[in-house]
Every structure is written in structure tokens, then in C-alpha cells.
T-cell receptor, first 114, second 110 residues
Framework: SQTIHQWPATLVQPVGSPLSLECTVEGTSNPNLYWYRQAAGRGLQLLFYSVGIGQISSEVPQNLSASRPQDRQFILSSKKLLLSDSGFYLC?????????????FGPGTRLTVL | GESVGLHLPTLSVQEGDNSIINCAYSNSASDYFIWYKQESGKGPQFIIDIRSNMDKRQGQRVTVLLNKTVKHLSLQIAATQPGDSAVYFCAESTGNQFYFGTGTSLTVIP
């Protein structure tokens, strides 16, 4: 069966510091991968998606970036965090791209920027 | 733009009763819908999905109903249990993206 991991589970960072969140998927090959942000009282916001190694599409202009160095690894980064970057970050995967198929979510990373 | 909303932000039910959670969507071209359950501090968990060529789909203790005429989606949970307490939200697929609702918080009273 497929499993998706995210780490760290929680993170507290000062404004202006860098960020690196990691997501890995087990039990499947060539998954479509996604990064979402979930703010309190709001629906999930798609940040990035990837259909393959090195292929990243950005949905929202911001100071975040994503990379996919390996087939089942997806990384969310920032060079300088802003207060507004606080939130719950979710990684997801699917077999078919984008909204053609069910997306399965990881456990999430709670990021607090102070 | 799209909008996916929920009729009630909170719902309290007695253990053993049936729960109904509603979701309205605005795009008549949406063709795929998913219900997720999210417990506090955890990632969303897939519950059930339905495509627009169906009106009803059943899972274990859950049923999703789709009314395309009024653009309404509902999740029915039979014999609600304390472990069902969570936020439930729907996702609507249009084009290349999912649009997610903000969720309904379900509380099960023992």
C-alpha cells in the first residue's frame, strides 16, 4: 500500500529564516505530487504540483519554491520566511494528474513564523 | 471563480444518530467530487468520491448524494460514532484543479 510522509511535523521559525519541508511517498512510482497550504478557516490552497522529476508548476506567486529531486520526493523551500507563511502545509499525491483523480494527503507540517 | 461552500459550519449529533453534512458548489461543469475527513492536527483523509455521471454512491457507513440540478453534494454518515468527530470538507474538480470547501465541524455527543 502507499504511504506518504512529511517532516518535520511542527516547526517554529523566525521571520527571515530559510525553510525546507520534505515529503516522500512510498509504494508507488511516478506519482503526481502537490503542496497545499491550509490557513485557519480557509480551504486548501494549491501552491505547487509536479508531474515528474524536475517538473514543477507554481499556482500562487510567493516567496516559496518547490523541487522534486527524486521520483518520490517533493521539497518545499523558502529563502526568507514571512509572517504570512505560517500555516499547515500538506503534501499530497495522486495517480492521475491534477483533479482527474483522488489526492491522498500526508500528515502535514504545522509552520509558525514568529 | 469557483466557490465551494458548506451550509453549516458546525454540527452536533448524538452518538448512534445519522449525520448529514452538506456542500454547495457553483460550477455546473464540475465533474468529480471528493469528501475528506480531517481530525485536529492531521492531514485530510479520503472518505468517498463521486463522479458527475452518478447521483449516489455508498461506502462503509457513508453515502454521498449528488444533486446536479441544484449543485449540491451531501455526505451521510450512518450510526455516527465518537470517532467520527472531525472536520469534513468537500472538494470539487473543475478543469485542472480541485476547489476545497472550508469544512463542517462534526461533534458526536456520547
Amino acid at each position: 500500500s502507499q504511504t506518504i510522509h512529511q517532516w518535520p511535523a511542527t516547526l517554529v521559525q523566525p521571520v527571515g529564516s530559510p525553510l525546507s519541508l520534505e515529503c516522500t511517498v512510498e509504494g508507488t512510482s511516478n506519482p503526481n505530487l502537490y503542496w497545499y497550504r491550509q490557513a485557519a478557516g480557509r480551504g486548501l490552497q494549491l501552491l505547487f504540483y509536479s508531474v515528474g522529476i524536475g517538473q514543477i508548476s507554481s499556482e500562487v506567486p510567493q516567496n516559496l519554491s518547490a523541487s522534486r529531486p527524486q521520483d518520490r520526493q517533493f521539497i518545499l523551500s523558502s529563502k526568507k520566511l514571512l509572517l504570512s507563511d505560517s500555516g499547515f502545509y500538506l503534501c499530497a499525491w495522486s495517480v492521475l494528474a491534477l483533479s482527474r483523480d483522488t489526492q491522498y494527503f500526508g500528515p502535514g507540517t504545522r509552520l509558525t513564523v514568529l | 471563480g469557483e466557490s465551494v461552500g458548506l451550509h453549516l459550519p458546525t454540527l452536533s449529533v448524538q452518538e448512534g444518530d445519522n449525520s448529514i453534512i452538506n456542500c454547495a458548489y457553483s460550477n455546473s461543469a464540475s465533474d468529480y467530487f471528493i469528501w475528506y475527513k480531517q481530525e485536529s492536527g492531521k492531514g485530510p483523509q479520503f472518505i468517498i468520491d463521486i463522479r458527475s455521471n452518478m447521483d449516489k454512491r455508498q461506502g462503509q457507513r457513508v453515502t454521498v448524494l449528488l444533486n446536479k440540478t441544484v449543485k449540491h453534494l451531501s455526505l451521510q454518515i450512518a450510526a455516527t460514532q465518537p470517532g467520527d468527530s472531525a472536520v469534513y470538507f468537500c472538494a470539487e474538480s473543475t478543469g485542472n484543479q480541485f476547489y476545497f470547501g472550508t469544512g463542517t465541524s462534526l461533534t458526536v455527543i456520547p
